[in-house]
């Protein structure tokens, strides 16, 4: 079992930053892959960026590459740490409500898949304004 806790979201202009957490607390995170997905109003949830805990392998959507970078906790802890998604150059576009996901042993095809998640947070806001 697996415990996802988000925060960070709020209301930033167009250009701007946020930086948002996801606390992780559970047995055996080092097997997991964590991944941030967004959901905007009236569209399907989709990929936003994952990491591999324990080969800290990135992968991106096309969308988000090159403005938002996923990172980890260095603390070596297999029970408790923190998934991060720093968010640069932010777009009216980004704007969603944005979920931390948990699955095991996922392989590359299946990374981008909802489906593939077990354990999901309870979301955070993004509003990006024009």
């Known amino acids: 079992q697996v415990q996802l806790v988000e925060s960070g979201g709020g209301l930033v202009q167009a250009g701007g930053s946020l930086r948002l957490s996801c606390a992780a607390s559970?047995?055996?995170?080092?097997?997991?892959?964590m991944t941030w997905f967004r959901q905007a109003p009236g569209k399907e949830r989709e990929f936003v960026a994952a990491?591999?805990?324990?080969?800290?392998?990135?992968?991106?959507?096309?969308s988000t590459k090159g403005r938002f970078t996923i990172s980890r906790d260095n603390a070596r802890d297999n029970a408790k740490n923190t998934v991060y998604l720093q968010m640069n150059s932010l777009k009216p576009e980004d704007t969603a409500v944005y979920y931390c996901?948990?699955?095991?042993?996922?392989?590359?095809?299946?990374?981008?898949?909802?489906?593939?998640?077990?354990?999901w947070g309870q979301g955070t806001q993004v509003t990006v304004s024009s």
């Open positions: 996901a948990a699955g095991r042993f996922i392989t590359t095809a299946r990374t981008m898949g909802a489906a593939a998640y077990d354990y």
């Open positions: 559970g047995r055996g995170l080092n097997t997991y892959t």
């Open positions: 990491i591999r805990w324990s080969r800290d392998s990135a992968y991106y959507a096309d």
